[in-house]
C-alpha cells in the first residue's frame, strides 16, 4: 500500500501562471482534503469531498478549484496563481477519525 | 479567538526528561481530540486519538483531556532525539461531515 501520493512534490509558478495538484489514495476511503499549511497558521482547510462526487468548501477555497475524479483522486487546482498561495499543500484521505497525510508539495509562486 | 489555541514553541528538553505538550479549546461540541506528530518536511501522522474525557496511554505516550477545563494534553515519558517533531492537537465534533479543527503546532526540540 502507498497510501497517499501527491505530485509533483516541489513546483515553482509565476503569477498568473494555473497548475494543478494531484492526489491519490489507494486504501479505498470516501472522505478525502486539501489542506495549506503555512508557518504559524497551521493545517487550513482548503476543499473537502466527503465522498465520490461531492465537494465542499473549507475555510480558505478562493482561488482553488477541485476535482474529485473517481474514488481515488482528488485534485486541486490553481487557476491563477498569487504569491498568497506560496504554502505547503497536504492532501489526506480519512478512515473513521483517523486522517492520512500525503508528503506534500512544496509550492512557490514568484 | 482560534477554537483551538496551541503554543507553537519552540520547546527545547534535554533526553529523557517528561514532555507536557497542550490545546485549549472553545467549542464545547469537540468530542474527538487527537494528536498528530510531523517530522520536518513531512506529513502529519496520527500518535494518539481520544474520544471524550478521560486518559489513554500508547508506550511513552499519554493524551489526556479535560473537558470541563477544554484542555487537552500529551505527555511523553522518557523522551528521545527521535520525538523532536511538531506535535499537533486536532479536535472534532460528532456526527455531520468530519472537519477537525487543528491547533498551530508545538515544535519540540530534544537534545542529547
Known amino acids: 500500500n502507498a497510501g497517499v501520493t501527491q505530485t509533483p512534490k516541489f513546483q515553482v509558478l509565476k503569477t498568473g501562471q494555473s497548475m494543478t495538484l494531484q492526489c491519490a489514495q489507494d486504501?479505498?476511503?470516501?472522505?478525502m482534503y486539501w489542506y495549506r499549511q503555512d508557518p504559524g497558521m497551521g493545517l487550513r482547510l482548503i476543499y473537502y469531498s466527503a465522498s465520490e462526487g461531492t465537494t465542499d468548501k473549507g475555510e480558505v477555497p478562493n482561488g482553488y478549484n477541485v476535482s474529485r475524479l473517481n474514488k481515488r483522486e482528488f485534485s486541486l487546482r490553481l487557476e491563477s496563481a498569487a504569491p498568497s498561495q506560496t504554502s505547503v499543500y497536504f492532501c489526506?484521505?480519512?478512515?473513521?477519525?483517523?486522517?492520512?497525510f500525503g508528503p506534500g508539495t512544496r509550492l512557490t509562486v514568484l | 479567538q482560534k477554537e483551538v489555541e496551541q503554543d507553537p514553541g519552540p520547546l527545547s528538553v534535554p533526553e529523557g526528561a517528561i514532555v507536557s505538550l497542550n490545546c485549549t479549546y472553545s467549542n464545547s461540541a469537540f468530542q474527538y481530540f487527537m494528536w498528530y506528530r510531523q517530522y520536518s518536511r513531512k506529513g502529519p501522522e496520527l500518535l494518539m486519538y481520544?474520544?471524550?474525557?478521560g486518559n489513554k496511554e500508547d508506550g511513552r505516550f499519554t493524551a489526556q483531556v479535560d473537558k470541563s477545563s477544554k484542555y487537552i494534553s500529551l505527555f511523553i515519558r522518557d523522551s528521545q532525539p527521535s520525538d523532536s517533531a511538531t506535535y499537533l492537537c486536532a479536535m472534532s465534533g460528532a456526527g455531520g461531515s468530519y472537519i477537525p479543527t487543528f491547533g498551530r503546532g508545538t515544535s519540540l526540540i530534544v537534545h542529547p
Open positions: 489526506a484521505s480519512r478512515e473513521g477519525s483517523e486522517q492520512f
Open positions: 486504501m479505498n476511503h470516501n472522505s
Open positions: 481520544t474520544y471524550s474525557s
